[in-house]
């Protein structure tokens, strides 16, 4: 019997799609039950208490959540969300729900015995809910009571190796896409610089200062998989300086129909005979390959990346061999001014282990240099640049603008000089001036 | 340019002095009463603070600002 009516979230459940109503019912239940004898540290009937606030939510249009707060553990000023019911007599299990963010691993590789060891920690010390990943890519644990939150931390750090993500005015959890360790487009070691940033920014990771929210995304390749150019303050996307290789045979194979196009991705229907020239040249947005008799050839140098050809035919197309990344800067989510897409800042700069990946961190030193200086409270980087001009950006980062950074041309017709651009200055003696020129 | 030898003290006094009106700032609000030093100079003797108990953090899960430790609507 549940301990709350819930009418409205049962009809959640009657839809074809999976519930999550369908989903804390089962939790609610299996916490009752307790096979495991589990002692918990927190109301067994949490989950009841929140199946039973959210239909009052429901019911009142209107949230029951107090939001924020000064919770947290011991020296972070980030990865644990304050979450207060303002019910708490008629729903007791969630006076607090706090959330807390776990940092996922680099590419997300994690054994089911890590996932077993995090889950035996939160359903002693929290509700037992997850969210598998957090938009952030974090395992976010949802609620818990405050006096668990240093119990919780000392296990995730102390006993299973891990730590917790970032939140608030901080740098946010790094996510980064499987990259060289499972895809063959990646240009860049995607895992390995994610790790390594990680800990290279333990501090802006855990002690806030930054004007808002600060998000680093790794694609390995222009595929964007995990979307970093539309997601992240700065986008680390994958790329080549060369040509792309093209096996001439494997072509003649795509055509001929001995190899499956788009990796056999397509393959759950009959879509007729693979044509190169409708399904990838004509495709091309520059328009940048042709059939040379049976050769295909392509000008390097109209390529913009779109990945659509070496998708569509990656055994006779591949990424070049000297790669790097891209930064692109500036995305956001449209939660203060507007959404935003990444604008290219570096169009290549190498990714290097060897050196500690110092042509990268000398970018994000000056962006964050810049933004800190810069930066009205609440506003993401990406807003900085349009209120101040992406000009500006460039001359903090030490950087000529360069027709790649053009996004409309002709769209504004003011050229501000100055003075040191000038051949000769305009040093003048005002005195001078003035007596050729009345007020 | 370093920071001055009473800039914890300066801190806590303007904090206090706003006290009545507004308990929660934001890191650029404590940043700007040093100018002529480096945000991220200021956001080790503001972090250093809050290791010692006399700032406390305060979230909003976006948002973080700082306060006087005990001071203001908790939750």
């Known amino acids: 019997m549940a301990k709350h009516e819930t009418p409205m979230l049962d009809e959640l459940e009657s839809g074809p799609w999976p519930s999550f109503v369908s989903d804390m019912k089962q939790e609610a239940e299996a916490r009752a039950k307790n096979v495991n004898n589990v002692e918990y540290q927190i109301p067994v009937d949490v989950v009841d208490d929140l199946l039973g606030v959210l239909e009052l939510s429901y019911k009142h249009g209107r949230t029951h959540w107090k939001h924020g707060g000064i919770v947290g553990v011991f020296g972070y000023g980030g990865g644990v969300i304050g979450r207060y019911c303002d019910q708490p007599q008629e729903f007791p299990g969630v006076a607090h729900f706090h959330t807390v963010r776990v940092a996922q691993p680099a590419g997300k590789y994690y054994t089911s015995e890590y996932l077993r060891q995090i889950m035996d920690v939160w359903d002693l010390r929290g509700s037992g809910l997850t969210n598998m990943h957090g938009s952030t890519g974090d395992i976010v644990l949802l609620g818990t009571r405050t006096e668990q939150l240093e119990e919780i931390f000392y296990d995730l750090t102390h006993k299973y190796n891990t730590d917790l993500g970032g939140s608030g005015s901080n740098l946010r959890t790094p996510a980064d896409c499987l990259g060289t360790s499972r895809c063959e487009y990646s240009c860049y070691d995607t895992n390995a610089l994610c790790h390594f940033l990680t800990n290279e920014f333990q501090d802006e990771l855990h002690r806030p200062a930054f004007p808002y929210k600060f998000k680093f995304k790794f694609d ?9 150019l539309a997601r992240s303050d700065m986008a680390f996307i994958g790329t080549w300086k060369d040509d792309i290789r093209i096996d001439q045979e494997a072509v003649q194979a795509y055509i001929g129909g001995e190899i499956p196009p788009n990796g056999g991705a397509h393959a759950g229907r009959d879509w007729g005979k693979f044509d190169i020239q409708k399904e990838v040249i004509d495709l091309c947005p520059t328009g940048c390959m042709w059939m040379d008799g049976n050769e295909l050839k392509i000008n390097n140098k109209e390529c913009t990346r779109c990945m659509h050809c070496i998708n569509a035919m990656p055994r006779a197309l591949r990424i070049g061999e000297d790669t790097g990344c891209s930064i692109l800067v500036g995305a956001k989510a449209p939660i203060l001014d507007g959404q ?9 700069v190498e990714v290097n282990p060897d050196n500690d990946y110092e042509a990268i961190i000398n970018y994000i030193d000056k962006i964050w240099d810049w933004w800190m200086m810069e930066g009205k409270n609440r506003e993401r980087l990406g807003e900085t640049i349009r209120r101040l001009s992406f000009q500006k950006l460039l001359e903090a980062c030490d950087m000529e603008a360069d027709v790649r950074h053009v996004a409309y041309p002709r769209e504004n017709p003011y050229i501000f000089w100055k003075e040191e651009e000038v051949p000769g200055g305009w040093d003048r003696d005002v005195k001078e001036f003035r007596k050729y020129h009345q007020r | 340019m370093a920071l001055p030898d009473n800039a914890k003290e300066m801190i806590v006094e303007e904090l206090t002095k706003k006290s009545k009106t507004k308990t929660k700032f934001y890191f650029n609000d404590l940043s700007k009463m040093f100018p002529e030093e480096s945000p991220r100079a200021v956001k ?13 953090y305060w979230s909003s899960g976006s948002t973080t600002m700082y306060g006087l430790k005990g001071m203001g609507d908790l939750g």
Do not use: H
Not at chain 1, 340 to 348: E, K, N, R, T
Not at chain 2, 49 to 54: A, H, I, L, P
């Open chain 1, 340 to 348: 935003q897409m990444g604008s290219l800042l570096v169009p290549f």
């Open chain 2, 44 to 56: 080790k003797l503001v972090n250093e603070m809050v290791s010692e108990g006399t700032l406390e």
């Open chain 1, 220 to 228: 390995g390749c222009p595929n964007c998989c995990v979307a970093s």
